[in-house]
């Protein structure tokens, strides 16, 4: 069966940095795009970035392009988002995704499209 489990969230200050694992087994070799999201309470799943693993070419949402940085050690077992110069709006559940299509890695990304999920992880930063 399809596993991804996600580590490394926390509490932060303003201004202080993140890095995120997911560790992803089981669909290997019909995985073609990894994606993050994240939700914060009383809000929808937003698609935060994602990666195809055919190419390494990643996708970010505006709002956090040039702050994260999505990659991946190894033969696709562990995708990172590093997160620097957090902030309170980043605040919220942070979930890893996976999805055999690579249309999946399309923006804007579509929760709808990923059947494969972690349990989440806690971001939150204070100000």
């Known amino acids: 069966q399809a596993q991804l489990v996600e580590s490394g969230g926390g509490s932060v200050e303003a201004g202080g940095s993140l890095r995120l694992s997911c560790e992803v087994s089981g669909i290997f070799f019909e995985r073609r795009c990894v994606a993050w999201f994240r939700q914060a309470p009383g809000l929808g799943r937003e698609g935060v970035a994602a990666i195809f693993t055919d190419s390494g070419k990643p996708y970010y949402t505006d709002s956090v392009k040039g702050r994260f940085t999505i990659s991946r050690e190894g033969a696709w077992n562990t995708v990172y988002i590093q997160m620097a110069n957090l902030q309170p709006e980043d605040t919220a559940m942070y979930y890893c995704?996976?999805?055999?299509?690579?249309?999946?890695?399309?923006?804007?990304?579509?929760?709808?499209?990923?059947?494969?999920w972690g349990q989440g992880t806690q971001v939150t930063v204070s100000s």
């Open positions: 995704a996976a999805t055999r299509q690579s249309a999946g890695c399309l923006w804007p990304i579509d929760p709808t499209n990923f059947p494969y």
